[in-house]
Structure formats: C-alpha cells, structure tokens
C-alpha cells in the first residue's frame, strides 16, 4: 500500500480542550455539538440521519469505511451530520454490493472529517463533562480564531432545527391503492420509517414541518404520524399545535423520537436537555406493559420530563430506557395516541421493536 502523508488536524471543544489528529484530505473547518454513538455497524445510515443535523459525530468503532457505502443504505438524500471525528479512517473497502467508498463519499459531500484521534478519550471526556460545541479544523487556522468563532456557534437548547431538514413541499411514498393512508409531519424523517409504514399497506403523504392540522386533515387519512428530526422541540409550537389538534380530534397518532417529544409537550409535559443523551444501536429498554425487554436504536439529546408525565392524568408511561430510567414511551389513556423516544425502524439494527408499528396500524383498524 502506497504511503501518503496527511495534514494535521484538531478538534477544539468549547471549554478549549482539544484531540489532535489528521485530516481525511478536505480542507476547512465546521462547528457543531459533539456526540458520539456506540453502534458498530451502520455508519452511513448515521451520516444520513436528519436528526444528527448540526451534530459533530464520534464513533466508538474503530474502523470507519471499511465496507465502503451503499446506494440503498441512506436515511435522507445527503449526509446531514456537521464533521466527522473517528480513530481508523478506511481509505480502501471491501464489501460486494458497496458503489463507492467512504473518502470519497465524504469529498462529493464537501463533509470535514479527522481520524487517528485517541477516541476512547474523547468519547470518555464527552460522558463526564456532557454534549457541548465543537469545531473540527484541518486548514490551520489559529487555535484564537477558532475559539472566537466557536464562542458565535448557539448552543443546542433552544435551536430550532426541524426547519433545516424538513421537506420543503409535499410528496407520497407507497402505493396510492394501499388499504391505509397517512399524514406524516416531517420534522426531519427517516427513509426507512416510510418504508416501515408503506409495507405494513400504507400510503403516506409527508408534509413539511410547517404544515397544519388542516393541511394533514386534507389528505383524508386514517391516521397521522409524527416524525424524528434534530434540535430542541420546544421552539416547534407549530407540530405542537397540530399533535393538540390531532388529538382534540381523537385520530391515531403515532410519533418517534423528536415526534414524541411533541407529544408530550402538546400534553403539558416538559422536555429538557440531557447531559449527553442515548445514540447507539444497543440501548435496553424495558415495556411495562409486557415486561419484555428490548434492545433499541436511539439518538436523541432532549428528553420528556418523567416526573411531570407522572403527574400527568392523561398519560402513562409505557416504557423505560433501563440505563437511566428516563422516558422511552408513553400512550395518552383515554386517545388512539403513543409514542417512542427510539427507532423501532432500525436498519441497521435490532428489530424487537418493530412490533410498533404494527400496534398502529392496529389503531387505524379500530
């Protein structure tokens, strides 16, 4: 193998440590907040992921691009992460099927990345000091440069991102003779979750974020769906007004991930930042209504307030992330109406969830 020499790049946080390591060959630099995840497969579905938009992403694998990318393992139609931090960098992939390799994925994206960074140090120094703002640099530029202009980039709670992913005009996805029909709110969606719907016999109609009840209400459907997506739910009062609105008029709502944030904020329950919140194929979760447990994909920085849910009369929590306890999902009582904090959509990953979304579709058919 041909030896090649690469320039030299850091990672400066926001309280002014910084990992040193080298550039994959773009030059520039790019801000973000600094999470990690502990899947050790998928990467380019990852990369793809609406809901990391804004987000420098570390993962815990050593080896990145080592089966190349793959034209049907995308999550969105372009990577949506800000940087990329890693240890192995793989220049070379080998896998059948794979239509390019990962360098350069990243060089038509124009998407910064480091490698050969002490990442268990990282990732070790993220878990007891929490998510906080970075910039990834492979130019040169001065360390002074780089923290006055990291000092401009607005923290994470409060940013309203959904606007930055969603659609900007509606479309379908599906067979439009399908038994069922669906709106669903775009605050950032996966692929693979209107894949997940349009083989259970769905026909989805995706609307941007910004759209209202009556807008969803148009398509006639017979069920609503709230999606994933990155930032803070707090500042979307819009898809807050339209899961009140959904369920006022007592429809089945189905909502993941930043989409069941919404719901509970629509029922009065807080949201709130986390220390560093759950990104990985492998978090346990147990269901009180079985009992069973199940091993979920997750990303997500926010989370529902359990304490408020608690006291909420109208809502039960029906599931339980069993590393910290906090809220994995929860259904209103008295209304077809639930919602997860994870992906039962995982691809890669488990798949002892995917039982959800068959529990909606039982919703629709009452």
Known sequence: MKYTTRQSAILLLSDGTIFHGKSIGISGT?????????GMTGYQEIFTDPSYFGQIMVTTNPHIGNYGV???????GSMKIAGLVCKNFSFNYSREGASDSLENYFIKENLICISDVDTRALVSYIRENGAMNAVI???GTSIEDLKIAL??????KGLELASKVSTKKPYYYGDENATYKISALDLGIKTNILRN?????????VFP???????LAAFNPNGYFL?????DPEPLLGAIKVAQDIINADKSLFGICLGHQIIGLANGVATYKMFNGHRGINHPVKNLITGKGEITSQNHGFSVNREELEKNNNLEITHVHLNDGTVAGMRMKNKKCFSVQYHPEASPGPHDSSYLFDEFIDSLKK
């Not at 000092?151 to 994470?156: E, G, T």
């Open 30 to 38: 790019t801000f973000g907040e600094v999470c990690f995840n502990t």
């Open 70 to 76: 793959h034209d049907g393992e995308v999550e969105s």
């Open 197 to 205: 719907l349009a083989k259970r016999d769905c026909y989805i109609k």
């Open 227 to 231: 999606s994933n997506g990155p930032g």
């Open 209 to 215: 974020f910004d759209a209202t009840y009556e807008d």
């Open 137 to 139: 640099c492979t130019d």
């Open 151 to 156: 000092s401009k980039v607005p923290d994470m």
